[in-house]
Structures are given as C-alpha cells and as structure tokens.
C-alpha cells in the first residue's frame, strides 16, 4: 500500500510544494496552482471512494451470512492476508491525513482559496470516513475467524 499512496500522493505534494514558491504579487497564477491542487486531491478522494466501496461491499458481504451454512468451512481470511492489508491502508491514510494538514498549516499558514480548502475537507472526510470502514471491516474479519475456530458457525 504504501508504494501506491506514494505514487497517488508524490506528484501532489511536488505541486502543493510549488505554491510556498510563489511570490504573493502573482494572484493569478497562484490561483490556477491551487485549482490544480484541489483537482489533484479531488482525483484522490475518488480513488479513495472506490476503495471504500470496495471495502463496504466485502463488509456487506461477510455480514449476510455467505460465509455461513455450507460454506463455513471456507475462511473469509484464513491467512491473515486481507486484514494486513487494511491495517496497512489505515496506516497509509492516517499518513496521508497527517501530511496533508502539515503540508496546510506549513505551506499556506492555514490560509488556501475557498477551491483547495473545500478539496482539502473533502478529502479529510473521505479518508477518514474510508480509515473508520477498514477498521470495521478488520473487525468483523477477526470476529468472523473467531467463531469460525470457536465451532460457532
């Protein structure tokens, strides 16, 4: 996860960097980077939503029952391997969220136009509403597991 977020993230600090390098006469142009750099986080918070779709849908799914009845000899991570990796994309977006409001406070002492700073609560909202529904679903995942080695379903 972490080579994504870097990949998704990286081009995006470079052109928020940009901005602090701007000479305060230049409105204008200061401006249209800031347009960029709310287009920028709005591209991320919609992968972000892709991935919190896929996430409620696995949660949907795993809190049905599928997995119960004839199925219950099938683990829904048996391995350990899908709640590693939410684990990791709480990490990376807790990481995310934490740099963005660095990056806002450092970069812009606080003060964006009203295009970024809308982008940037957008996607504080996302990210945070994405981190809550991995926790969720890293939770059932252990629940499911625990009744499954318990004989429980």
């Not at 994504?4 to 081009?11: A, D, N, Q, S």
């Not at 003060?111 to 991995?134: E, F, H, K, P, S």
């Amino acid at each position: 996860m972490s080579t994504t977020f870097k990949h998704l993230f990286g081009p995006l600090q470079r052109a928020l960097a940009r901005l602090r390098r701007l000479p305060q006469r230049l409105p204008a142009f200061r401006a249209l980077v800031e347009l960029r750099c709310a287009r920028r986080l709005d591209r991320m918070g919609k992968r972000l939503l892709r991935m919190r779709t896929r996430i409620d849908a696995m949660s949907r799914h795993l809190g049905s029952g599928a997995l119960d009845g004839p199925a219950k000899r099938l683990a829904a991570d048996e391995d350990g391997n899908l709640r590693r990796m939410l684990a990791g994309l709480r990490e990376e977006v807790g990481t995310m969220r934490r740099d963005l409001a660095l990056w806002h406070v450092r970069e812009c002492g606080g003060r964006t136009g009203v295009r970024l700073a809308a982008a940037l609560a957008r996607l504080n909202g996302i990210a945070g509403d994405t981190w809550t529904a991995a926790l969720h679903l890293e939770n059932q995942l252990e629940e499911h597991e625990r009744l499954r080695l318990a004989g429980v379903r």
